[in-house]
């Protein structure tokens, strides 16, 4: 009897510190949520790798839902797969029109020393045979502009999970040290943002968009050839 009872006191800390690597995000303070959507402020100090962060946070901030469209409706990436690559948006434009709405509220009740971490999902498709693709990101102001630092990227999320709040916010820390994985933000000539150096290299996952004149800044027309179709 005695030998069943400290084998459940044993397994019990290592069940609770399992639940807790699994659910980082969930233990932070939810600030706002939608049926697609999950935002956090994370302190500064809680941040993996936030030593790589030198600027101090400038919040709270204003921000027009249509500009920050302008500024992240632009980006694509390019996923490499054993058979080849595949390039696409990485938020499409109905995802945009619902998500810039939400960051806009977020970013004007953001606490000095916390950034945003956001989840959210999204079925482009939508079909019968479709799945919700998931896309994790951190994202802050600073005397440098506006921070976005890249998870997951367009990751499938089973049908059975996007059902379940908790089980599709179940995430990764997003980390700011150089990780490859089969995602690579590409760049063209005319967009003004750069890729934050971190140990002296480029981390393509790390973007930083310039504030001083959000002008330059422009939703362009989405049809273009690529290997995946990529004008919605």
Not at 52 to 75: R, S, V
Not at 180 to 187: A, C, G, K, R, V
Not at 198 to 213: E, S, T
């Amino acid at each position: 009897m005695s030998l069943r009872v400290s084998k459940k006191f044993f397994f019990l800390p290592v069940l609770l510190l399992l639940s807790h690597c699994a659910s980082f995000y969930q233990t932070k303070h939810l600030v706002y949520s939608t049926r697609n959507s999950a935002f956090y402020r994370v302190p500064k100090d809680e941040i993996k790798n936030k030593e790589f962060i030198q600027e101090k946070f400038t919040h709270p901030y204003t921000f027009q839902a249509e500009k920050l469209a302008d500024i992240l409706g632009n980006l694509r990436f390019r996923k490499y797969t054993r058979i080849g690559s595949l390039q696409d948006f990485v938020f499409h434009l109905n995802e945009l029109s619902t998500l810039t709405v939400d960051l806009k509220q977020v970013f004007e009740n953001l606490k000095s020393e916390d950034c945003i971490m956001g989840i959210s999902m999204f079925d482009q498709t939508q079909s019968v045979i479709s799945n919700n693709k998931r896309t994790t990101f951190l994202m802050w102001i600073d005397s440098k502009g506006l921070n976005l630092v890249l998870g997951e990227i367009q990751s499938d999320v089973p049908r059975d999970t996007a059902r379940n709040f908790f089980e599709w916010t179940q995430v990764s820390q997003v980390s700011l040290a150089i990780i490859p994985d089969e995602n690579e933000i590409e760049q063209e000539k005319d967009q003004p943002f750069v890729f934050n150096k971190v140990n002296g290299y480029a981390n393509k996952k790390w973007l930083i968009f310039p504030l001083k004149d959000l002008n330059q800044y422009q939703l362009k027309d989405r049809k273009f050839n690529s290997g995946k179709k990529g004008d919605n």
